[in-house]
């Protein structure tokens, strides 16, 4: 049953790849399919928006050149465009995509959600990963 703040107590809170608490990926620009800074999701993100991302000139490219523009800014949906370095929560299988095509960007792996590990093994990302020492 929700709380007064409108949260389920019964549900799990979401994890990363790890197992652990999922990490914040980015404000700035506002990212995640709910569109709170978590690359969090649920059962209508169809596309699971689940890899936490920074994009780069290479990426960018290799999205538009498959279809889906993610530089040009669409104000009427409050998207401001992506540049290189900005963070972003990619769909996992176009992160898949971009990686079988030699494009793949860098991942922060505690801010990318346990869901993206039925997509995409947790060695491919440990080798773009921004956040391990």
Not at 95 to 124: M, N, Q, S, Y
């Amino acid at each position: 049953m929700p709380d007064s703040s409108g949260s389920d107590p019964r549900r799990r809170p979401a994890r990363n790849v790890f197992g652990e608490a999922l990490s914040e990926c980015c404000s700035n620009p506002l990212t995640g399919f709910y569109r709170d800074g978590s690359c969090n999701t649920g059962a209508e993100d169809f596309g699971v928006h689940t890899v936490c991302t920074r994009v780069d000139a290479e990426f960018l490219a290799f999205s538009r050149s498959v279809g889906n523009d993610l530089s040009t800014p669409l104000p009427e949906y409050g998207f401001p465009g992506l540049k290189p370095g900005d963070c972003w929560c990619l769909c996992a299988a176009r992160w898949r995509e971009a990686f079988d095509a030699g494009k793949a960007p860098r991942v922060r792996l505690a801010a990318t959600h346990e869901a993206t590990l039925d997509i995409v093994p947790l060695d491919l990302l440990k080798k773009y990963a921004l956040d391990l020492s």
